[in-house]
């Protein structure tokens, strides 16, 4: 099982980023997937969720700004995320959940800076 994040990059305070995540090799639909950051000399934080009834939950530092989604595709799930702030720099990853395992993806970088 793979999962493959994409569409970080740099932009400026204020701006918008759509981080796309798809899973591949497995035959499962993949009931909870997730969106970590983890920002230099920090630990690893949830910032969105998403379960197989499409019920989100959010970091409370990133609610109101960051839309988690699913796509027609099983196990694509897309992270809108809108206002960034500095605050908001870090590696990406996608985490999905399947019966019997969980599986990380490698991350995508997010930099927020003028």
């Known amino acids: 099982v793979q999962l493959q994040a994409s569409g970080g990059g740099l932009v400026q305070p204020g701006g918008s980023l759509r981080l796309s995540c798809e899973a591949s090799?497995?035959?499962?639909?993949?009931?909870?997937m997730a969106w970590y950051r983890q920002a230099p000399g920090k630990q690893r934080e949830l910032v969105a969720l998403?379960?197989?009834?499409?019920?989100?939950n959010y970091a409370d530092s990133v609610r109101g700004r960051f839309t988690i989604s699913r796509g027609n595709a099983k196990n694509t799930i897309y992270l809108e995320m809108n206002a960034l702030k500095p605050e908001d720099t870090a590696v990406y990853s996608c985490?999905?959940?399947?019966?019997?395992?969980?599986?990380w993806g490698r991350g995508t970088l997010v930099t927020v800076s003028s």
């Open positions: 090799g497995t035959m499962y639909t993949m009931n909870v």
């Open positions: 998403i379960t197989g009834d499409n019920t989100t």
């Open positions: 985490y999905g959940v399947q019966p019997g395992s969980a599986h």
